[in-house]
């Protein structure tokens, strides 16, 4: 291939890896890394490459499957989000001492923020502390030829390497040259401005190419001296010489202080270590901005100052508008689900889980967010202390969804059922790795590059484990599954086996029909309404308006499924009558 | 030269099909163009932010009061990203909406931005179909040929991003929205 494409971070990636010659591919996806895999599949047809490529059920087997391939000589890679290397920490921190015939890259996408992870972690900090080569990308292009000399690199030491992006890197886009890289060529890092010792700037990552645009809006791109770091561990001798010869070292760096660590001692070093750069969070333009330019005047450089125009707050404070957080998507099976499990008990106590559906605590079912798992075992943990306290029955309802199940459960679930304790755990099986883009599950018989595999069903597995109650029904019909969660409850208040599992299964909608309208007929929402607001208040459903001139609810036109579920919601008997319009889904045969 | 661009709605009304479209009409005439999106969480009906840069520029991000112009899809998400746009910045609004309210108003005259305020979607509806709304901002923002975005450039963009049998229908909203600019501007005095 010649010439260039747009694409994000992620693509670019993968197209580094396979122009390097990679063989090997696993990855469970996590945002903000989920890419990477479809486009090696991508690039993979494109080139007529031979790759296996798999989706694995979660970061460890990833990391172990391109661990072994690496070892028996194959060019390897496994992705991940940042959490996902805690889970592959194990296989991980052994590769320090196992040598490799092959090649292995472990790409871990760290979420700076977070804006979409349970913590916010420095994938570097974990390589650079147990001596892990590792390297920074900061752009797509950057990035694609990072991702082809970290595997060749490691081809050339025998050891894994890790590649660090963030979501920043991993989504921007840009025209990325589909060129082959040269062999072992040289990668982009090194001095950029030499401007004296006054002021230099060590960074990385999408941070250096923030505070060069800085650098260019403050005038002070003839005033510090600039170096961009891409190598992180082992540090290069060229950047401790840099910050050696500085008299002031501002380090900007995602988000832990690493460099900062490296170079600490060389010189008069600015921070987050002394409280020059904010110790949590993303560093956006903004951020940099401010950085640079209190430590510009500090060091008494001129600079061309940015000052906020207050007036604009000010103005727009005035006005309203429509908070938008995070929400479920109009017609959601999840929201049907925390609705049920809300009103069967309404004073439980509710684990749980990492997914789309951590979004149920708008909705008063989601009390904790741990990990991917927790649930489960945070549920274990509450049912002990309920008993060793001897305190009031307080039911316990743990949710969790099919890939999260499937990813780190089935452990907890079989420790949990075979000392029989007493809590249901529902399991909200929307077929798919909703919140990711789409994955399949070990449930969907389908592979990575859409031939069949073996399914696997959920409920097989779960009685499997040991679980005694296990029940399937649709949360779209509301009623029914209140009524199953009821019917676990009594079988455990009868001093049957615990936990009970509820499997309640509905396919997500984006996945089942791509986001189009699924039901036809449009809901008259307005129809018998008397104002009470029970659906806007407890259902949290973004296709519900509440008009205020008419008093009455209606559907938000662009947004509302007309799935008919919220009617079940509605407490006037005789909207209840109607029907929903989906269809409860059979169990897997 | 270079521009700095705000996207701005939300999801599932086509802002990051309309974002593309700008990096690949920059990137086609020749420019380095980045863009970086803002999803939040939700899939549908939240905030989407998507920032492109165009010249030479290294980092995609938007910094406070630095963008040229901001292209909002939906009007509550233009006052919630404001602080993005510069004094004498370009807004263009989709809203069924006359005016925007009296205290933005002052500000905008202020800060010299000219907005204008355009029922994108009554446009998308007139000429096929409603979520077609963004390449009817798009139509519109091409009057103002801002660099390289003339109608012309914008439109082989968006041939080269939706499928064939789509273009038609995307073609005509785009005009139309264009359309709506010229008609609506050759009579009126630019602030």
Not at chain 1, 193 to 209: C, T, W
Not at chain 1, 489 to 499: R, Y
Request: aromatic residues 6%; neutral net charge.
């Amino acid at each position: 291939m010649n010439g260039t494409e747009v694409m994000i971070g992620n693509q670019a990636i993968a197209l580094g890896l396979v122009q390097a010659g990679l063989e090997v591919a696993a990855a469970y996806p996590g945002t903000p890394s989920s890419e990477i895999l479809p486009a090696v599949i991508d690039f993979k047809r494109r080139l007529g490459k031979d790759i296996h490529i798999e989706w694995s059920v979660n970061e460890r087997v990833a990391m172990e499957v391109a661990f072994g391939a690496a070892m028996a000589g194959k060019k390897a890679a496994c992705m991940m989000k940042q959490v996902g290397l805690n889970v592959a920490f194990v296989p991980f921190i052994k590769g320090r001492e196992v040598p490799i015939e092959g090649a292995l890259v472990v790409i871990s996408c760290d979420d700076p923020g977070p804006q979409s992870s349970q913590t916010e972690q420095d994938s570097r900090l974990i390589a650079a502390l147990f001596s892990f080569p590792v390297f920074d990308v900061s752009s797509p292009e950057d990035a694609r030829l990072l991702a082809a000399h970290a595997l060749s690199y490691s081809s050339r030491i025998k050891r894994p390497v890790l590649l660090r992006s963030t979501h920043r890197v991993s989504h921007a886009r840009e025209a990325v040259s589909l060129e082959t890289p040269g062999q072992g060529g040289a990668i982009d890092e090194g001095l950029k401005l030499s401007n004296g010792r006054r002021l230099g700037i060590v960074s990385s990552g999408m941070g250096f190419n923030v505070v060069t645009d800085v650098l260019g809006e403050l005038g002070l791109e003839n005033a510090v001296s600039l170096y961009k770091a891409a190598q992180i561990f082992p540090c290069p001798p060229e950047l401790l010489r840099f910050a050696g010869s500085m008299e002031n070292l501002l380090v900007l760096e995602e988000t832990d202080e690493v460099l900062e660590a490296l170079v600490s001692g060389a010189t008069r070093v600015f921070g987050r270590s002394t409280g020059h750069v904010p110790r949590q969070g993303e560093l956006t333009y903004n951020v940099v901005r401010g950085i640079v330019q209190a430590l510009a005047e500090a060091t008494g450089l001129a600079t061309r100052p940015f000052s906020p125009d207050a007036a604009i707050e000010e103005a727009v404070s005035s006005i309203s508008f429509p908070p938008r957080p995070p929400k479920l998507c109009a017609g959601c099976p999840h929201r049907a689900s925390f609705y049920a499990m809300k009103q069967a008990f309404p004073k439980a106590v509710f684990p749980g889980d990492i997914g789309c559906y951590t979004l149920g605590t708008s909705q008063g079912a989601v009390d904790t967010c741990v990990d991917m798992g927790g649930s489960i075992g945070l549920a274990s943990g509450f049912f002990e202390t309920f008993r060793q306290d001897g305190g009031p029955d307080v039911p316990i309802l743990a949710s969790i969804g099919d890939s999260t199940f499937f990813h780190a459960a089935l452990p907890l679930l079989y420790d949990a059922a075979a000392k029989g304790k007493r809590y249901v755990a529902v399991i909200v099986d929307n077929g798919t790795t909703a919140m990711t883009g789409m994955q399949p599950t070990p449930q969907s018989g389908m592979r990575a590059e859409g031939a069949s595999d073996y399914a696997i069903p959920i409920e097989e597995v779960v009685k499997g484990l040991g679980v005694e109650f296990v029940k399937t029904i649709d949360p779209y019909e509301i009623p029914v599954m209140i009524k199953a969660l009821k019917e676990a409850k009594a079988h455990l208040t009868k001093e049957g086996k615990g936990p009970a599992v509820i499997v309640a299964r509905h396919p997500c909608l984006l996945f089942a029909k791509a986001g189009k309208k699924m039901y036809s007929d449009d809901l008259d929402l307005a129809a018998g309404c008397n104002g009470c607001k029970h659906c806007v208040k407890l259902f949290d459903c973004p296709g519900l308006i509440f008009d205020e001139e008419l008093g009455k609810v209606k559907r938000d036109e662009g947004i509302c499924v007309n799935c008919g579920v919220c009617l079940f919601v509605c407490p006037q008997k005789k909207k209840r009558a109607h029907r929903p319009r989906g269809k409860a889904q059979p169990a897997p045969a | 030269m270079k521009w700095e661009i705000v996207c701005t709605g939300i999801g599932g009304r086509g802002v990051l099909l309309a974002s593309a479209v700008l990096i690949e009409t920059a990137t086609s005439a020749g420019y380095h163009a980045m863009a970086s999106d803002e999803l939040g969480m939700s899939q549908r009906g939240g905030s989407v932010v998507s920032m492109v840069k165009v010249g030479s520029f290294r980092s995609p991000f938007v910094g406070r009061e630095n963008a040229d112009v901001i292209l909002s899809f939906e009007e509550s998400e233009f006052y919630r990203n404001l602080t993005f746009l510069k004094a004498g910045g370009l807004a263009i609004v989709n809203s069924a909406g006359k005016e925007v309210p009296g205290p933005v108003r002052g500000l905008l005259a202020d800060r010299r931005i000219a907005c204008h305020l355009f029922d994108a979607d009554a446009i998308a509806n007139r000429n096929g179909s409603v979520q077609a709304s963004n390449m009817a901002m798009l139509g519109f923002f091409s009057h103002f040929a801002v660099g390289p975005y003339t109608f012309g450039n914008i439109l082989s963009a968006i041939g080269r991003k939706v499928a064939p049998k789509f273009f038609e229908m995307n073609r005509a909203v785009c005009e139309a929205g264009r359309i709506e600019a010229g008609g609506r501007l050759a009579s009126e005095v630019r602030p």
